[in-house]
């Protein structure tokens, strides 16, 4: 599966941004979905995850709890990151991922399909 993400950029803190990430070459029906982010010089940190269900069980990392939101939608092989509330230390390269599980988790290892990455940058 292929992974592609977009709808980063610059943004004043408080901001919003929206994260889209497709998927093509097979459906994610089945698999749980990630959002991970990484600064420069900092190792690849966990945001949020989905279960495979539309409407599933989520997971946030305690930073983003309140701020951020995952969603998905598997009609169109389609997982989402709305961010509100944006503060300069979210700024970070954002990637997404698909699971080899259904139901979600925060370790990369759990990951296997990453895509490219979107930039995210908050300015204070």
């Known amino acids: 599966v292929q992974l592609q993400a977009s709808g980063g950029g610059l943004v004043q803190a408080g901001g919003s941004l929206r994260l889209s990430c497709a998927a093509s070459?097979?459906?994610?029906?089945?698999?749980?979905m990630g959002w991970f982010r990484q600064a420069p010089g900092k190792e690849r940190d966990f945001v949020a995850a989905?279960?495979?269900?539309?409407?599933?069980?989520?997971l946030y990392a305690d930073g983003v709890k309140g701020r951020f939101t995952i969603s998905r939608d598997n009609g169109k092989n389609t997982v989402y990151l709305q961010m509100n509330g944006l503060k300069p230390e979210d700024t970070a390269v954002y990637y997404c991922a698909a699971s080899v599980y259904s139901l979600p988790g925060r370790t990369t290892t759990e990951y296997h399909h990453w895509g490219q990455g979107t930039l995210v940058t908050v300015s204070s």
């Open positions: 989905i279960s495979w269900r539309n409407t599933g069980s989520t």
């Open positions: 070459g097979r459906t994610i029906t089945n698999n749980a």
